[in-house]
């Protein structure tokens, strides 16, 4: 394994450049916690990118549900105006009819 290479997937690890592009960012930030949110920023995109790959692969139907329901509910909010965003996607789906 090279060394710019992540032991757990096929994305490369910064390079040394890139990597002190990001430090340099980090201290321009200022405080603390100007830091850590830009920090959290950087890890944004591939922590979404994450769960919605669990919720196609991961190695459970309990994983994939977990995460496909996470998805969903950070999109679409967990409650609508008129009740619990399931509620609303099976009536939507179903065409309207509850059935209980």
Not at 78 to 98: C, N, Y
Request: glycine share 8%.
């Amino acid at each position: 394994m090279e060394d710019n290479e992540a032991s757990d997937s096929n994305t490369p690890l910064p390079s040394d450049e890139e990597l002190e592009a990001m430090v340099g960012e980090l201290l321009e930030a200022g405080s603390p916690e100007e830091m850590a949110r830009e920090v959290l920023k950087a890890g944004l995109v591939p922590a979404v990118q994450t769960i919605v790959n669990l919720s196609q692969t991961g190695h459970s139907e309990r994983i994939k549900l977990d995460a496909a329901k996470y998805v969903v509910e950070r999109n679409l909010g967990k409650e609508t105006l008129g009740g619990d965003i399931w509620d609303a996607l099976l009536k939507e789906f179903s065409g309207g009819t509850d059935k209980k």
